[in-house]
């Protein structure tokens, strides 16, 4: 069982930068892989990035990529998502994921545990 819990988001304009942050408990947090996932509104939440557990192994949207940066600290329990160059197709509310498959899977296989989100909205 783990809990994650978001921040970080807020607003910002076009061409800025954020950094989310989500903070997991438990002691198995190095046993998932990590992800962030994003749903704007009227469309379906649709995968973003993942960290492999051992944060050895990156995976990105085609939309972020080049953009985004996933990252995970395992001594604070905690996986980052750096966003620059961020515009208004961006503006969704983000969650934080963990999964117990391969980093590799989770834009595919849907993982177990989820946050509450942490809007980020853009403007033009």
């Known amino acids: 069982q783990v809990t994650l819990v978001e921040s970080g988001g807020g607003l910002v304009q076009a061409g800025g930068s954020l950094k989310l942050s989500c903070a997991a408990s438990?002691?198995?947090?190095?046993?998932?892989?990590m992800g962030w996932f994003r749903q704007a509104p009227g469309k379906e939440r649709e995968f973003v990035a993942a960290v492999s557990a051992s944060n050895s192994t990156t995976y990105y949207a085609d939309s972020v990529k080049g953009r985004f940066t996933i990252s995970r600290a395992n001594a604070k329990n905690t996986v980052y998502l750096q966003m620059n160059s961020l515009n208004p197709e961006d503006t969704a509310l983000y969650y934080c994921?963990?999964?117990?498959?391969?980093?590799?899977?989770?834009?595919?296989?849907?993982?177990?545990?989820w946050g509450q989100g942490t809007q980020v909205t853009v403007s033009s």
């Open positions: 438990g002691r198995t947090f190095i046993t998932y892989a």
């Open positions: 994921a963990a999964s117990t498959y391969r980093a590799q899977t989770m834009s595919t296989s849907p993982p177990r545990y």
